[in-house]
């Protein structure tokens, strides 16, 4: 019986949709851990650290829905976060940037940039 109701819960729920990629651009001179959440906050999921003046491309990303929230983290400090839309997503190429304030705010903290 427990197996038949996981069976139906999982049948009625399916998998997790997806978004094919993202890509995360960092300018600051700080390497950043990148996290994604749904407008509601729910769960945020680790996306990726991107390191100093790089970008890196995330693959197969769980959606977040109609608004996603990006937090931005050094050190394990978050440092900033950013609300986009899936309008906004898509008109970027689902490409999102570090904010600058991060580099600002790591800065006035005292946290060392990355050698």
């Known amino acids: 019986m427990a197996v038949g109701s996981f069976l139906l819960l999982f049948a009625c729920t399916g998998p997790s949709t997806t978004v094919d990629h993202i890509t995360l651009v960092n300018r600051t001179a700080y390497n950043v851990d990148v996290e994604a959440t749904d407008a509601a906050r729910s769960e945020f999921l680790t996306l990726t650290t991107v390191h100093h003046d790089s970008q890196t491309t995330v693959g197969d990303v769980v959606d977040e829905g109609p608004t996603w929230v990006f937090r931005f983290d050094v050190a ?40």
Request: aromatic share 2%; hydrophobic share 40%.
């Open 76 to 115: 394990a400090r978050p440092l900033a976060e950013v609300q986009l839309t899936r309008h906004q997503l898509e008109g970027s190429g689902w490409r999102v940037n570090v904010p600058l304030e991060v580099e600002r705010r790591a800065r006035a903290a005292g946290l060392p940039t990355p050698p």
